[in-house]
């Protein structure tokens, strides 16, 4: 019996949408005598599309069900796409849940394919009869079918649905709507102590495919809360996805992704803070790849994440092209912008959109992108409508509202989503700029900060082969670093301050000294002064990440010559890293008017 008083998922506001509330409810109750559970499994899996030739057969899935009792499972879950919306799809489905006796309670998440013919409406009622009992329209497709309960007083585990109908004929693919967000956003902030798992169809990373319609559109309001909330609790954050039709393990914007496939019984083991999941072999840390990572301009001062400069269709590439783009040296009179190679593209004959490359970048103020262009041999002036643009997502899943315009006031149209329904026809021309030269552009993305830059699409329009080839390079995103860092020459100079870092490369902890070479030796008294700098480590993104300056102040840190020990009593402080990732970091020292940074390695 539904017990609604057993419901503790929070709400912050009124959700007027039944199935959230419904269901949110019911599985709370189910899962209520677990309140003290730190140590249990549970099962997933994905795109069963149960007896097609994309999937799994009934017979399949039942074994999978068996092996997830054998297990002993709390719940089973399939990330969506469980059939092709035929009734025999939700008919064999039901059939072989009751045939495994004692089967794990299984619950459910949205997938496209629930869109097709019977609708979600049957899905839910088979899994959970009854439950739902005031539906938008007959068939579920309007509904949005997102809930969420906590296991145990430690974990929190919440299923999202961005696959629904808009209108009277239009659907929404991997996309939340603004209540959704919201609601997911304040089921975090309530649970602030628990590790978090999520589950929805489309991943938040797509590894190695390269069709821009295959990610969660929704995926940068989501990736930063989770991030948000990984940093707040400590704690850890867990997506599950499908839609692939692969296994694999990857660690993106802090979060652990799990894609899965119909033919794996995933089954999550949990024993306290310990997590594990038995699918793919190993984890790929996607932030650690240079397409993810910020690096420093020694010029401007600023921090720059380059967009499709590392390589180009190789795994973990920032390139997502469908074998439109090649990488090339300088030929036939043009040469790079930035480094030893650029993109080339070949003539294009209609109106196109290419995935460029899948980035995630959070918009900070101030923050610009920048790229430039060449077309060869274009045939008009006003055939030149060209150009890379990316898809921004606000910080509430909505859509921007505004146009963003280049330095010579030729705009691009910001309000389409997601980014592959923006119509090159709707590009403006370059006016000639890009024709047979190289036109660098810059757009001002302030206007967006706290959004995500999800995607990177190029756009033309070509009514007929209007241009031969262009090129694209130096496209990048850049904003100024919260403080000035310049590193110091590797040598010691006569007049300056030199950190030490030792070990370095170092796990988890480093211990950081300071010299001047300008102090003597002998005697010792005169080869030491006391003094009070500001001592910081920052990551490569020029985020602040441990102040060690009450530690010095406290130690009445000494600047000595280096020929006294560096690590003498007073000389020298200590950074464990336990918590952070591995990456390069910048220790950065300030005294008076004068900065001195020394770069250290994390290696785990």
């Known amino acids: 019996m539904l017990k609604a008083v057993l419901f503790v998922v929070s709400f912050a506001y009124v959700i007027t949408a039944s199935p959230t509330t419904q269901l949110s409810a019911y ?58 919306g035929n009734q ?37 009622d088979s899994i959970a009869k009854g439950v739902v009992t005031d539906w938008a329209s007959a068939d579920g497709l309007t509904d949005k079918i997102y809930y969420a309960f906590t296991y145990g007083s430690q974990y929190l585990f919440i299923f999202l649905d961005g696959d629904y109908q808009v209108g009277a004929s239009g659907s929404s693919n991997g996309t939340l709507d603004t209540v959704q967000v919201r609601w997911f956003k304040e089921q975090l902030e309530a649970n602030r102590d628990k590790h978090v798992f999520v589950f929805f169809h489309e991943p938040i990373e797509q590894w190695t495919y390269d069709t821009p319609g295959y990610l969660f559109n929704s995926r940068g309001p989501v990736c930063a809360e989770l991030e948000k909330h990984i940093n707040l609790s400590g704690k850890q954050a867990w997506t599950f996805s499908g ?62 994440i380059r967009i499709a400069e590392d390589s180009i269709r190789g795994m973990y590439s920032s390139v997502r092209d469908n074998n439109v783009f090649s990488q090339v040296t300088a030929e036939n009179g043009v040469g790079p912008v930035y480094g030893t190679k650029m993109m080339k593209g070949p003539a294009i004959t209609w109106y196109h959109s290419y995935l460029f490359s899948d980035q995630l970048i959070t918009v900070r103020p101030n923050m610009k992108f920048l790229y430039s262009i060449y077309l060869v041999n274009v045939s008009a002036v006003n055939q030149d409508h060209a150009g890379i643009q990316p898809f921004v997502v606000m910080p509430d899943g909505s859509n921007p509202t505004t146009t963003i315009q280049d330095q010579n006031a030729i705009s691009f149209d910001m309000r389409k989503t997601p980014i592959f329904q923006c119509y090159a026809c709707e590009l403006p021309s370059l006016a000639g700029r890009a024709s047979s030269q ?93 003094m009070n ?53 910048v220790v950065r020292a300030t005294l008076g008017s004068s900065v001195f940074t020394k770069t250290i390695t994390l290696m785990k």
């Open 533 to 585: 700098p500001d001592l910081k480590i920052y990551n490569t993104q020029g985020q602040l990440v441990k102040d060690l300056t009450s530690d010095i102040r406290n130690l009445k840190f000494v600047i000595r010559s280096p020929r006294i020990a560096a690590g003498e009593a007073g000389n020298s402080v200590v950074w464990d890293a336990s918590g952070q990732p591995s990456g390069l970091y």
């Open 27 to 84: 599985y709370q109750d189910i899962f209520s005598s677990n309140a003290d559970d730190t140590t249990f499994t549970f099962g997933v899996n994905g795109d069963n599309h149960i007896n097609s030739i994309y999937g799994i057969t009934a017979a399949q899935y039942r074994n999978t069900l068996t092996t997830w009792r054998t297990a002993g499972c709390a719940f089973v879950t399939t990330v969506g796409d469980w059939g092709y």
């Open 243 to 304: 839609h692939l039709h692969y296994d694999k393990k990857t660690t993106f914007h802090k979060v652990h992704s799990v894609h899965i496939s119909a033919g794996t019984a995933g089954v999550v083991s949990i024993d306290g803070d310990n997590i594990t999941v038995n699918v793919g072999s190993g984890w790929t840390n996607l932030d650690q790849f240079p397409c993810n990572v910020a690096e420093y301009d020694p010029i401007s001062g600023d921090s720059v």
């Open 438 to 530: 190289w036109y660098h552009r810059e757009f001002d993305l302030s206007a967006f900060a706290g959004a995500s830059l999800d995607r990177f699409m190029f756009l033309s329009q070509a009514n007929g082969a209007n241009f031969s080839s262009f090129y694209v390079d130096n496209i990048k995103v850049r904003w100024p670093a919260p403080t000035t860092i310049k590193e110091t020459p590797a040598s010691e100079p006569d007049d300056d301050l030199v950190i030490h870092a030792s070990p370095n490369p170092f796990n988890p902890a480093v211990t950081i000294s300071i010299t001047n070479v300008k102090l003597s030796a002998s005697p010792a008294k005169r080869g030491e002064r006391i």
């Open 88 to 124: 025999a799809d939700v008919d064999s489905t039901r059939v072989a849940i009751t045939s495994v006796s004692n089967c794990p309670p299984v619950l459910f998440t949205m997938g496209n394919h629930e869109m097709d013919g019977v609708g979600k409406r049957p899905w839910v």
